[in-house]
């Protein structure tokens, strides 16, 4: 079966801190991959997507990054977090349901920055 | 930009009641349109996804599309409580990436 899978689940870290985030899909091969933040009163904002290894395209410029080191696997990370980068961060990939595509996320990490 | 705009709510309905979502969209050239569903907390999942002018409808589900009009909405049949979530409107920009609205909170009480 197809699962896509994210951690950690939650994290408290100090502004100026680094970060990583994990997400990896199974089931599937050389899936579109999605990060999406959802902000506290606002909707969800993409911020990058990947259409294979080392392929990254990114919507909105700031203090993260993504990398794609395998097939399956996509990290968010920043090298210094801002208070702004608080949030709730979102995996998805691209499934094929019932003949359509469609985005499947992953459960979440919701990141505090204090 | 391309923008999806759904009134934030919240909508109030009584158990039974018929829910309607609605949502507005800006970019024309949009092809397919999605309905997602989250639970306080929790990440967003798929209700159903729309890509013809008129009506589809799934269970207590219809999703309803005019492209002409830029405009999508989602009825809930029979509203029960465990309908209460927020409900975010997404729109396919390409490649599959897709532009969401902030959601609308229903709310359904017993």
């Known amino acids: 079966s197809q699962t896509i899978h994210q951690w950690p689940a939650t994290l408290v870290q100090p502004v100026g801190s680094p970060l990583s985030l994990e997400c990896t899909v199974e089931g599937t091969s050389n899936p579109n991959l999605y990060w999406y933040r959802q902000a506290a009163g606002r909707g969800l904002q993409l911020l990058f997507y990947?259409?294979?290894?080392?392929?990254i395209s990114s919507e909105v410029p700031q203090n993260l990054s993504a990398s794609r080191p395998q097939d399956r696997q996509f990290i968010l990370s920043s090298k210094k977090l801002l208070l702004s980068d608080s949030g709730f961060y979102l995996c998805a990939w691209r499934q094929s349901v019932s003949g359509a595509n469609v985005l499947t996320f992953g459960a979440g990490s919701r990141l505090t920055v204090l | 930009q391309k923008e999806v705009e759904q009134n934030s709510g919240p909508l109030s309905v009584p158990e039974g009641a018929i829910a309607s979502l609605n949502c507005t969209y800006s970019d024309r050239v949009s092809q397919s349109f999605f309905w997602y569903r989250q639970y306080s907390g929790k990440s967003p999942e798929l209700i159903m996804s729309i890509y013809s002018n008129g009506d589809k409808e799934d269970g207590r589900f219809t999703a309803q599309l005019n492209k002409a009009s830029q405009y999508v909405s989602l009825l809930i049949r029979d509203s029960q409580p465990s309908d209460s979530a927020t409900y975010l409107c997404a729109v396919n920009r390409g490649y599959s990436t897709l532009t969401f609205g902030k959601g609308t909170m229903l709310l359904v009480s017993p």
């Open positions: 990947s259409v294979g290894i080392g392929q």
